[in-house]
């Protein structure tokens, strides 16, 4: 089976640079996701790795290790706005249907 | 970019009663949907997969055949909550691939329909 763990919860200041963590247990996966969800809302796609490392779009940036089982969310120049629920996912190997799994999620409150 | 539609948006039902929840992908074909519920403050569980023109895949501990599922076209998918319980009360999202590809392979999202069963 497939399991991603995140904090639950996250706390920065306006302007600050925050990283939220996706550590997981899997048997294998195309690629490490990130979704945004605001409150009441549908997750909207941040940012995706298919290979190890750095990748950047924006003021978001996302990390893949898969020898460390790990990954992360950068947030920089954070803003009021991005408070909201963040979730890693994987699209794991095999199967017919490619359903795609979500981590625990991260409650992130930016604050003035 | 891939749209997918979800109606309702809210839906507040009694105790036993049925209600019906559509997904529909306005621009590209789905052979294969999917559907999640969220509880407040967790994250999005899978419950089926939604295959076009054959019986949905149920997720370990779904009821079958409390959460109907049909996709009778390559655009629609619907999610039947039969004999609605206050603890069916969730937020359902539904999902469709756009094999036409993306940096994330293409996943949508629905804008989720929140079920209050009184």
């Known amino acids: 089976g497939q399991s991603l763990e995140q904090p639950s919860e996250v706390t920065a200041v306006e302007g600050a640079i925050v990283q939220i963590n996706c550590t997981y247990q899997?048997?294998?996966?195309?690629?490490l996701s990130w979704y945004q969800q605001h409150d009441g809302g549908a997750p909207t796609f941040l940012s995706y790795?298919?290979?190890?490392g750095l990748e950047e779009t924006g003021r978001f940036s996302s990390f893949l290790s898969r020898s460390d089982s790990y990954g992360y969310l950068l947030l920089q120049e954070l803003q009021m706005k991005d408070s909201a629920s963040y979730f890693c996912a994987v699209l794991p190997y095999g199967g017919a249907t490619n359903k795609l799994i979500f981590g625990t999620g991260t409650l992130l409150a930016v604050q003035p | 970019g891939a749209v997918v539609s979800q109606h309702p948006s809210r839906v507040i039902c009694k105790s036993g009663t049925s209600v019906k929840i559509e997904c529909r992908s306005l621009d590209f074909q789905a052979t294969t949907m999917f559907w999640y519920r969220q509880f407040p403050k967790q994250s999005l569980m899978l419950m089926a997969t939604s295959n076009e023109g054959s019986k949905a895949t149920y997720e370990q501990g779904v009821e079958k055949d409390k959460f109907l599922i049909n996709h009778a076209s390559l655009t629609l998918s619907t999610l039947t909550v039969t004999s609605a319980h206050p603890e069916d009360s969730s937020f359902y999202i539904c999902?469709?691939?756009?094999?036409?590809?993306?940096?994330?392979?293409?996943?949508?999202f629905g804008s989720g329909t929140r079920l209050t069963v009184v």
């Open positions: 790795n298919a290979l190890d």
């Open positions: 999902s469709a691939r756009d094999h036409r590809g993306g940096g994330n392979y293409g996943y949508t």
């Open positions: 899997t048997s294998g996966f195309y690629g």
